[in-house]
């Protein structure tokens, strides 16, 4: 059981990754061209975030946080209009498998079936 919720958990965090680069590369193409054109000055591009430490399996269920800066879920939705917020991308992939994930408290989520 712990292995293939290991391989769950790092199915997560690979499309966490594979995300975040697709989003970080078109905002890098955007901001590079205004940075240069617009600015005139040199562009530092935005680096990826490794998304591997919001995941973690515990007491026999892969879990996932926010508690250490990543933009995975927000309960209180201070940014996202004042609603709990789970990224779409987690909701998508949990679904396609066949779960949905559930609050566990204001700063994590659990993955459920």
């Not at 391989?7 to 061209?33: G, I, P, R, T, W």
């Not at 591009?45 to 996932?64: K, L, M, N």
Request: aromatic share 16%; net charge negative; charged share 35%.
């Amino acid at each position: 059981m712990t292995k293939k919720l290991e391989k769950l958990k790092e199915f997560f965090v690979k499309k966490m990754n594979e995300a975040d680069k697709k989003s970080v590369d078109e905002n890098n193409v955007l901001m590079k061209k205004y940075y240069e054109e617009e600015l005139k000055e040199e562009f530092k591009p935005t680096e990826y975030t490794d998304y591997s430490s919001a995941f973690y399996v515990q007491d026999g269920a892969v879990r996932c946080t926010s508690e250490n800066g990543h933009d995975v879920l927000d309960y209180y939705g201070e940014y996202r209009g004042g609603y709990p917020w789970v990224n779409p991308v987690l909701e998508k992939e949990a679904k396609k498998k066949g779960f949905f994930w559930e609050w566990q408290h204001p700063g994590a989520i659990v993955l459920t079936e």
